[in-house]
């Protein structure tokens, strides 16, 4: 099915583990975006890859890392889980032209992290 | 303000209307978007309306939109028990015209 596929779907950490969470896209859209969710903060964005090949900041980007690894292809990194690391994480990707989001994101499923 | 602002909770009886309130910041974002999520699930796109229509009906969801205001409404009719979830608002802004997500109304049908 075409869409955004995020794996792993369930991750426990201890603190200070690190781990990557996985996201590809079929789409062939240029972007690509990183967000997490938390219960009364909605969803924040901590990094996005307009393209291959860049990366740029979100609102909460500290203590993770990301990679564009080609244009299907958006991880994100954990170097050194903390408690306040758990959440759920979505990956989307969209297609933009001259700036404009077209339709709108298609979301993965989620990654439920827990960092005990 | 910075923020989409969206009322955290509604509860509706089945068979009612829901009306999901939001308002948004940026007057030039051109495409406003409502987000349906599921327990346990993600974001699925449920309708979205350009800045330049003031409506768009699709099937039970009518998208209302009041530039001026800077206010956009969802109604959904004969609300079901299927139609429990968080439902969130969005607007295009951002350097790269990333979307700015409001916290979301979870939606509570009533049998």
């Known amino acids: 099915n075409a869409g955004v596929t995020q794996t792993p779907k369930f991750q426990v950490l201890k603190t200070g583990q690190s781990m990557t969470l996985q996201c590809a896209q079929d789409?062939?859209?240029?972007?690509m975006y990183w967000y997490r969710q938390d219960p009364g903060m909605g969803l924040r964005l901590i990094y996005y890859?307009?393209?291959?090949?860049?990366?740029d900041k979100g609102e909460v980007p500290n203590g993770y890392n990301v990679s564009r690894l080609n244009k299907r292809e958006f991880s994100l990194r954990l170097e050194s889980a903390a408690p306040s690391q758990t959440s759920v994480y979505f990956c989307?990707?969209?297609?933009?032209?001259?700036?404009?989001?077209?339709?709108?994101?298609?979301f993965g499923s989620g990654t439920r992290l827990t960092v005990v | 303000g910075e923020d989409v602002e969206q009322s955290l909770f509604l509860s509706v009886r089945e068979g009612d209307s829901s009306v999901i309130n939001c308002t948004y910041t940026?007057?030039?974002?051109?495409?406003l978007y409502w987000y349906k999520q599921e327990p346990g699930a993600g974001l699925q796109l449920l309708t979205y309306?350009?800045?330049?229509?003031d409506m768009k009906q699709d099937q039970r969801l009518t998208v209302l939109l009041n530039k001026k205001d800077k206010h956009l409404s969802l109604r959904i009719a004969d609300t079901q028990t299927g139609d429990s979830a968080i439902y969130f608002c969005?607007?295009?802004?951002?350097?790269?015209?990333?979307?700015?997500f409001g916290k979301g109304t979870k939606l509570s049908v009533k049998p």
């Open positions: 890859s307009a393209s291959e090949g860049t990366t």
């Open positions: 989307a990707s969209s297609e933009v032209s001259t700036g404009e989001i077209l339709r709108g994101y298609t």
């Open positions: 940026d007057s030039s974002s051109t495409y």
């Open positions: 789409m062939n859209h240029n972007s």
């Open positions: 969005a607007e295009g802004r951002g350097s790269q015209g990333n979307l700015i």
């Open positions: 309306i350009f800045s330049n229509m």
